[in-house]
């Protein structure tokens, strides 16, 4: 079944605590992207790959790292979360041709 | 001003009335266009992609108003299951860039 997986799917954490929420998909797509997602604002896109190894910024990159040596994984890591992090966090998947993007389930984290 | 707005709604449709919604996007260089929606806070699903001369899929149709810089939305004879937030999508011709919208939240009632 094509498919994006996130885990953890929920998470609660304290400030500073170093985390890493996972992010795969198994339809051989290029790009991927993540997004935060907090009442009213929408879905913000925080950093994109368009392959392995190529990686950028999206709006709101602070206080995030991505990486993507592999082309099914893409990980965000937050290297010291505060409490403005707390969101609704979703990775997705697309052929870099057409951007017509496929989910994960999200990631609820809240950092207290 | 906001790259891509979205009217929030939300819009109340009686079921199997037809419901339209728009779009605006700010970036007249804009290239790819897109409606996903939403259920609940679940994630988005692609409901279809936005193509120059226009596109239909079913009781949905889609248009592009590059003129006037705006997509909009059509679903004609709703139903109960559409009742979601719809989220409009722009790559801004920025390489990879994707912009959503807040959405637009449609309830469609008995």
């Known amino acids: 079944e094509a498919q994006v997986t996130q885990n953890p799917r929920y998470l609660i954490t304290v400030t500073g605590k170093k985390l890493t929420v996972t992010c795969s998909q198994n339809?051989?797509?290029?790009?991927m992207s993540w997004y935060r997602q907090d009442p009213g604002l929408g879905l913000r896109q925080i950093y994109y790959s368009m392959n392995v190894e190529v990686t950028d910024k999206g709006d709101v990159p602070e206080g995030y790292k991505v990486s993507r040596k592999e082309k099914r994984n893409f990980p965000l890591i937050l290297e010291s979360p505060s409490p403005n992090q707390t969101s609704l966090y979703f990775c997705a998947s697309s052929l870099a041709r057409t951007y017509e993007q496929y989910f994960g389930p999200g990631t609820r984290l809240t950092v207290t | 001003r906001k790259e891509v707005e979205q009217d929030p709604g939300p819009f109340n449709v009686p079921e199997g009335a037809t419901v339209a919604f728009n779009c605006t996007y700010s970036n007249s260089a804009s290239q790819s266009f897109f409606w996903y929606r939403q259920d609940c806070r679940k994630e988005p699903k692609l409901l279809m992609s936005v193509y120059s001369s226009g596109n239909e899929d079913g009781r949905f149709t889609a248009q592009l108003n590059r003129a006037s810089q705006y997509i909009s939305l059509l679903i004609r004879d709703s139903k109960l299951s559409d009742s979601a937030t719809y989220l409009c999508v722009v790559n801004m011709a920025s390489w990879g860039k994707l912009q959503f919208g807040a959405g637009t939240q449609v309830v469609v009632t008995p």
């Open positions: 339809m051989n797509h290029e790009y």
